[in-house]
C-alpha cells in the first residue's frame, strides 16, 4: 500500500543552522508529493510540492527534490529562522486513490533556538 | 478571504453524547474531506465528498457520519463518541478531486471524550 515515512523528532537547532528533515515513500502508481507544515495552534499549510521525478518544489527558503530512484522527498533549509519552528509533515497523494486523499508520515516538530 | 472555517475550536464532551462538527469553506469547492491527528500516526482520513450528496468512506470510518448537502457545507457527526474518538480533527478542501490540487485546511477541532 501507499506509505510515507518521515525521520522522527523533536529536532532542535540553533538559528542560521542547515536543515534537513528526512521523507521516503512507497506508493504504487505515480504519486504527487508535498511537505506541509503546521505552526502552532494552526491548521496545515501546504509549504511545497512535486508533481512528477525530478521536480524540486521550493518556497520560503525550503525545497525538496522527488526522488524517484530513491523514493524520497527530503525537505531541506539553508539557514532556519525561530519563525520556522513547527511541526513539519511529508505526505503524497494518488489520484485514483480515495479521489486523491493526502497520505501523511508521523510528521518532524522542528525547535529553533535564538 | 478565502478560507476553511470549522466549529467547534474545542470541545469536551462525555461518552455517548451526540455532538457534530460543523466544517464550510468559501471557495465553491467540490471536494472536501476529514482527517483526524493523533500523536505518532500523522493524519489519517477519515470521510471524503467529491461533491454534493456523494460522499465515502475514508481510511478510519468508524464511529463517524457525515453529509454533503450543500456545496459548501461538511459536517462531521459522532452519535455516540468514545474515548478512542479524542483526537484533534481537520477538515480540508480542495478546488476538485485528485492529486493537482492544492488541499486547504481548517484550523481544527480538538476534541476530549471522558
Known amino acids: 500500500g501507499n506509505s510515507v515515512t518521515q525521520m522522527e523528532g523533536p529536532v532542535t537547532l540553533s538559528e542560521e543552522a542547515f536543515l534537513t528533515i528526512n521523507c521516503t515513500y512507497t506508493?504504487?502508481?505515480?504519486?504527487?508529493l508535498f511537505w506541509y507544515v503546521q505552526y502552532p495552534g494552526e491548521g496545515l499549510q501546504l509549504l511545497l510540492k512535486?508533481?512528477?521525478?525530478?521536480d524540486k518544489g521550493s518556497n520560503k527558503g525550503f525545497e525538496a527534490t522527488y526522488r524517484k530512484e530513491t523514493t524520497s522527498f527530503h525537505l531541506e533549509k539553508g539557514s532556519v529562522q525561530v519563525s520556522d519552528s513547527a511541526v513539519y509533515f511529508c505526505?503524497?497523494?494518488?489520484?485514483?486513490?480515495?479521489?486523491?486523499?493526502?497520505?501523511f508520515g508521523q510528521g518532524t516538530e522542528l525547535s529553533v533556538k535564538p | 478571504e478565502a478560507q476553511v472555517t470549522q466549529n467547534p475550536r474545542y470541545l469536551i464532551t462525555v461518552t455517548g453524547k451526540k455532538l457534530t462538527v460543523t466544517c464550510s469553506q468559501n471557495?465553491?469547492?467540490?471536494?472536501m474531506s476529514w482527517y483526524r491527528q493523533d500523536p505518532g500516526l500523522g493524519l489519517r482520513q477519515i470521510y471524503y465528498?467529491?461533491?454534493?450528496?456523494?460522499?465515502d468512506k475514508g481510511d478510519v470510518p468508524e464511529g463517524y457520519k457525515v453529509s454533503r448537502k450543500e456545496k459548501r457545507n461538511f459536517p462531521l457527526i459522532l452519535e455516540s463518541p468514545s474515548p478512542n474518538q479524542t483526537s484533534l480533527y481537520f477538515c480540508?478542501?480542495?478546488?476538485?478531486?485528485?492529486?493537482?490540487?492544492?488541499?486547504?485546511f481548517g484550523p481544527g477541532t480538538r476534541l476530549t471524550v471522558t
Open positions: 512535486a508533481t512528477k521525478a525530478d
Open positions: 506508493a504504487t502508481g505515480y504519486p504527487s
Open positions: 505526505a503524497l497523494s494518488v489520484t485514483y486513490n480515495q479521489g486523491g486523499k493526502l497520505i
Open positions: 465528498s467529491m461533491n454534493v450528496e456523494v460522499t
Open positions: 471557495m465553491n469547492h467540490e471536494y
Open positions: 480540508a478542501s480542495s478546488l476538485r478531486q485528485g492529486a493537482a490540487y492544492e488541499q486547504y
